[in-house]
Nanobody
Framework: QVQLVESGGGLVQAGGSLRLSCAASGSIWRLETMGWYHRAPGKQRELVATITSGGSTNYVDSVKGRFTISRDNAKNMVFLQMNSLKPEDTGVYSC???????????????WGQGTQVIVSS
């Protein structure tokens, strides 16, 4: 009973910016690492950025310096600020979270349905 819902996608011109949001809700005892994944049209999903519960971040090389992942632990939210967008950034962005429902539950991965980003040139 953990749900992730993304928002903030849309259509932008190359060089523009978008801020994606992901809200986690439900039976959450502990949210651990959260991340954003990108699936370009006709391609497999790839990991874009991750952030631990303590705030440590990791990025795929192609977005370093352009994208910033952050989180608000009090609100159970994670964000992806995307600047200097390129046409190759086009695709569906999905939120992922490792979460425990309780102290005696195994940590599991949960996924949102994704939000679409289209970058025109």
């Amino acid at each position: 009973q953990v749900q992730l819902v993304e928002s903030g996608g849309g259509l932008v011109q190359a060089g523009g910016s978008l801020r994606l949001s992901c809200a986690a809700s439900g039976s959450i005892w502990r949210l651990e690492t959260m991340g954003w994944y990108h699936r370009a049209p006709g391609k497999q999903r790839e990991l874009v950025a991750t952030i631990t519960s303590g705030g440590s971040t990791n990025y795929v090389d192609s977005v370093k310096g352009r994208f910033t992942i952050s989180r608000d632990n009090a609100k159970n939210m994670v964000f992806l600020q995307m600047n200097s967008l390129k046409p190759e950034d086009t695709g569906v962005y999905s939120c992922n979270a490792q979460a425990q429902r309780g102290p005696w539950y195994t940590s599991r991965d949960y996924w949102g349905q994704g939000t679409q980003v289209i970058v025109s040139s």
